[in-house]
């Protein structure tokens, strides 16, 4: 993991198998091919091997992402770990596709000397068989850089195109999406640098924070939220709002391609304290962030070119939905990353991954329950010597459920031997939610035509109201009909 701390702290961070073996076509219009890829970390990788590589991608293929982003940053092993996964990729021959995502709170970027690094890296792999191309060109993205200058003084969009698009070693031979952190008003500036924008931050509720709320959620008790209060919710958690300003900004790139890479995020929870990476604090992933992002991005999908999964293995920042023990954990990460798999997400993505690639919801075969749940009050007060963290009072103390049902049933939650509560399911996307139980589990039974389907009910959950420190990840269960 790299440091992102400057960036967090000033607030701002925040197809089935791939279509075919032909370039993107950047012209929105019907038909254009969609992507799906998952934002992998490689400084987590130090010690991958290539079949390391080989496994994470066979799981990520085999769930409907299309390829890996490598987040790629100053670190020793890079070119290494860059080597094994093209590859893994290369060696299985399943047209999975990998990108650099050049991370630029890592990368050094004052100088010339700091460009020639990039671009060396770049050029080595732009050609192999498993890079992505659009339009005959590698698809190069970054994470941050809009206050890299490469030596051009207060010129941000001159050192790139300079030193980094438009420079004789990579013109035209590269298709640039990074993720600037800026404002897309400002991207008019990128001429000759942006051929598109990746919101990195997209994924999540950004404007709603706890200072926020009153204004944004006028009457809304965030510690018992009724149903109206649930539908304004609804309205913000998930929606376009950020792809559009970026969408907007990018129509005032002149020359651009205007490739527009959107983020889906399932949580984010990172507590580190001011003796290490100094970050603390949440966004908020309540009312099915996972799900109703996708619906969102579903939704608009004429308008979205490729979706970027934020992320495959963050594990620091609680927004993974690759296993969480493959790769090393960020020191102190394990506190709240260790017992917490994500991969419940990870098992309904294919669904909706598909859906956004051909237009078509495709048919559920098997019944699926996902259910997912902090491990204590958002209230708690545990002797823990980092603090709460930032914006904690936005979650809701629920379970949340999905249903991905073949035919009508029935579900019944529950999250204590006297909380219970019986809904009905259509068949497709079913999402639900109840109050959790301090000291309680989570149940999840699905029943049809008086016969049990799924009976989910994790034992190594318990509701804590007593835990001891704060840890506002998210427990993730799943299981599926046999």
Request: proline fraction near 5%.
């Amino acid at each position: 993991m790299h440091l992102r701390s400057a960036l967090y702290s000033l607030g701002l961070l925040a197809a089935a198998a791939f279509v075919n073996a032909a370039p993107l076509r950047v012209a929105r219009q019907s038909g254009v091919p969609k992507v799906v890829v998952a934002h992998h970390i490689v400084g987590l990788t130090a010690a991958f091997t290539v079949d390391d590589w080989t496994s994470d991608i066979q799981l990520a293929q085999a769930n409907g992402i299309d390829g890996f982003a490598l987040n790629v940053g100053n670190d020793p092993f890079t070119t290494t770990q860059a080597q094994n996964a093209y590859q893994a990729a290369e060696q299985l021959n399943s047209n999975f596709k990998l990108f650099f995502s050049l991370d630029m709170s890592s990368f050094p970027c004052t100088t010339s000397d700091d460009a020639t690094k990039l671009r060396d890296l770049v050029s080595q792999f732009a050609t192999r068989p498993a890079q992505l191309q659009v339009d005959g060109k590698a698809f190069v993205s970054t994470f941050a850089g809009e206050s890299c200058n490469f030596g051009h003084a207060d010129d941000v969009a001159g050192g790139w195109r300079s030193e980094f698009t438009q420079h004789p070693e990579l013109a035209g031979k590269i298709h640039f999406v990074p993720s600037f952190f800026a404002d897309p008003a400002t991207f008019s500036a990128f001429t000759g640098v942006m051929d598109g924008t990746f919101a990195f931050n997209s994924g999540w509720p950004l404007s709603l924070s706890t200072a926020q709320a009153p204004q944004l959620l006028p009457g809304i008790d965030l510690n018992n939220v009724d149903a109206t209060g649930e539908a304004a919710l609804q309205k913000i958690i998930g929606n376009f709002d950020q792809d559009t300003q970026a969408i907007n900004g990018l129509a005032n790139v002149q020359g651009s391609a205007k490739t527009y890479m959107a983020a889906a995020a399932p949580w984010f929870f990172t507590h580190f304290g001011a003796d290490t990476f100094n970050k603390n604090f949440v966004f908020d992933g309540d009312e099915h962030l996972w799900v109703s992002r996708w619906e969102t991005l579903i939704a608009n999908r004429d308008k979205v070119d490729l979706v970027e999964v934020v992320t495959w293995n963050d594990f620091g920042e609680s927004h993974y939905i690759g296993p969480n023990n493959h790769g090393q954990l960020p020191p102190g990460s394990e506190a709240w990353v260790n017992g917490f798999d994500h991969q419940g997400w990870l098992d309904i993505t294919n669904y909706f991954a598909t859906q956004f690639k051909t237009g078509q919801a495709p048919a559920i075969t098997k019944d699926q329950l996902v259910m997912w749940a902090r491990p204590h009050p958002k209230n708690a007060t545990p002797n823990d010597p980092v603090g709460a963290p930032k914006d904690f009072q936005l979650f809701q103390d629920k379970l949340w459920a999905v249903v991905l049902a073949t035919a009508d049933g029935t579900l019944t939650l529950a999250t204590s031997d006297t909380t219970s509560q019986t809904f009905q399911v259509t068949a497709g996307v079913n999402k639900f939610s109840l109050a959790l139980s301090p000291g309680g589990f989570m149940h999840g039974t699905l029943t049809r035509n008086g016969q049990t389907t799924i009976d989910l009910k994790p034992d190594n959950y318990t509701f804590n109201p007593n835990p001891p420190a704060f840890n506002y990840n998210a427990f993730v269960a799943s299981a599926t009909s046999q």
